[in-house]
């Protein structure tokens, strides 16, 4: 009985380290900042942010899709795999047609260890 309690120790522990390590050898973002506020910008001109980001993990990040909450806003993203230590850019543009405040999120699918991450757009659109 005592052989078979060892075994299964032994084994939950490997199962668990080898979780573990591969949990950690993923890719992952790490972004200057996941909100950008516009303030008050004019109606009926188009404003745009660059989210920059650095892969802090082990292996190179792809982006899958990059998709806003609504379809007054559109997204462009590096489209080639950033390594590890390098950067890349997710390019938001908010279409300010309606005079309102707003807030907008994009999601970010892709092969990170957090696989799906939100951004944020927000500020007012006046006269």
Not at 31 to 45: L, S
């Amino acid at each position: 009985m005592k052989k078979i309690a060892s075994i299964c120790t032994l084994l939950v522990a490997f199962v668990c380290t080898a979780a573990l390590a591969q949990q950690n050898s993923k890719a992952e973002f790490k972004f200057d900042k996941e909100t950008h506020d516009f303030g008050k910008i004019p109606q009926g001109k188009p404003v745009t942010h660059v989210f920059t980001f650095t892969n802090v993990g082990t292996e190179p990040i792809i982006i899958n899709e990059v998709k806003p909450s609504c379809g007054c806003s559109v997204a462009e993203f590096t489209k080639t795999p950033v390594k590890p230590g390098e950067t890349g850019t997710i390019s938001v543009t908010y279409n300010a047609a309606a005079k309102q405040p707003f807030t907008k999120n994009f999601t970010v699918r892709s092969n990170t260890k957090t696989p799906v991450k939100t951004l944020y757009i927000k500020g007012e659109v006046t006269d």
